[in-house]
């Protein structure tokens, strides 16, 4: 098992910056990709941004890149998800998730662990 905890949203004006963090505890998370997600109201859940064990290799939807950028530091067992550029659209409940294995995947269902999330809003 591994647990996972978000911080770092809050309310911030358009064109600002958040880094949002995710925090893991239990199973060994260097082995894990990692994955950002967003829910925003009356919507499904977006990917966002994943990142394989390693960092060495990054995925980033259409919507975000550029903007963001999905890190990791695995002696502090943290991902991370810098967000520049914010606008409206960005609102939502940000989600990481672990998966273990090889794959990075894009996809919410093939992740198995996910945190409670943290809200990001954007004022414009």
């Known amino acids: 098992q591994v647990q996972l905890v978000e911080s770092g949203g809050g309310l911030v004006q358009a064109g600002g910056s958040l880094r949002l963090s995710c925090a893991a505890s239990?199973?060994?998370?260097?082995?894990?990709?990692m994955g950002w997600f967003r829910q925003a109201p009356g919507k499904e859940r977006e990917f966002v941004a994943a990142?394989?064990?390693?960092?060495?290799?990054?995925y980033y939807a259409d919507s975000v890149k550029g903007r963001f950028t999905i890190s990791r530091d695995n002696a502090k067992n943290t991902v991370y998800l810098q967000m520049n550029s914010l606008k409206p659209e960005d609102t939502a409940v940000y989600y990481c998730?672990?998966?273990?294995?090889?794959?990075?995947?894009?996809?919410?269902?093939?992740?198995?662990?996910w945190g409670q999330g943290t809200q990001v809003t954007v004022s414009s």
């Open positions: 239990g199973r060994t998370f260097s082995s894990a990709a």
């Open positions: 990142i394989g064990w390693n960092g060495g290799r990054t």
């Open positions: 998730g672990a998966k273990y294995g090889v794959r990075v995947p894009t996809t919410g269902d093939e992740y198995g662990y």
